[in-house]
C-alpha cells in the first residue's frame, strides 16, 4: 500500500448488538470534518433522545491524527476507545463510530462494556463497504488553446481529475492527482512550452 492510501467507509451503516437485555446501537459514518461528526451525533441524540448512553470515536484526516472518544456518561474508557479500538483494527478514518445504549437491566461491568461498545462498532463496520482513497495535490496550469487537449491527455493518463476550468483569452484548468504522481504531472506540464502553472 503506497504512503498516499488510506481506507474510509463509503456510506453510512449499523448494527444491532444486544447483551443481557442491553441494547447497543452501533452506526458508522463516513465523515471529514469535526463539524460533520457533530452534525451526525446531534441526530442520533434526537432519534434515540430515551437513550442513556450515546459514546463515540472519530478518526480524522488521512493516517488518523485527529480523533477523539467520548465515554459519555459510561465508566472512563469503557465505551469511547473500544470504540476508536474498532475503527482502528478495521484501518479506517475520515470515519465516526457511536454506539447507542439502551440498559437493559443486568450490569455488564466494564469488561463486558468494552466488550459491548467495541463489537457493536466492529458489527456496524461490517456491514459497511470499506474504500481505498488517495491524498490528492491540486496544480493549476495556464497555456493557449492549442495545448489544452495535450494538458487534458496527459492530465487523463495520470488519472488526474479535473476540479475547475476557465477559458478566456487563455485556458487555466485545476487538477486534483494522486500525491504520489504529482511530481511526474508537473514535471511533464513544466516541459510543455507555453504552458504555465500558477502557485
Known sequence: ??????????????????????????YVFPVKSVDEAKAHLEVLRKKHHDARHHAY??????????????????????????ILGAL????????????VRYFGGTKLGVGGLIDAYRTATLMALENSQIVERFIEKS??????????????????RLNARVMDQTFTDTCTVCLNIRASQY????????????CEILP
Do not use: Q
Not at 478495521?90 to 465516526?96: D, P
Open 1 to 26: 500500500m503506497g504512503e498516499d492510501v488510506f481506507h474510509t467507509i463509503h456510506a453510512p451503516a449499523d448494527a444491532l448488538y444486544k447483551v443481557k437485555g442491553s441494547k447497543h446501537y452501533g
Open 57 to 82: 470515536a472519530y478518526r480524522i484526516g488521512p493516517t488518523g491524527d485527529a480523533w477523539r472518544t467520548s465515554d459519555d456518561g459510561e465508566p472512563a474508557n469503557s465505551a469511547g476507545p473500544p
Open 88 to 99: 482502528k483494527s478495521k484501518e479506517v478514518t475520515n470515519c465516526l463510530g457511536v454506539v
Open 139 to 156: 496544480v493549476t496550469v495556464r497555456c493557449p488553446y492549442g495545448l489544452i487537449g495535450v494538458v487534458m491527455a496527459l492530465g487523463e
Open 183 to 194: 511530481p511526474t504531472l508537473h514535471r511533464a506540464l513544466d516541459e510543455f512550452y507555453g
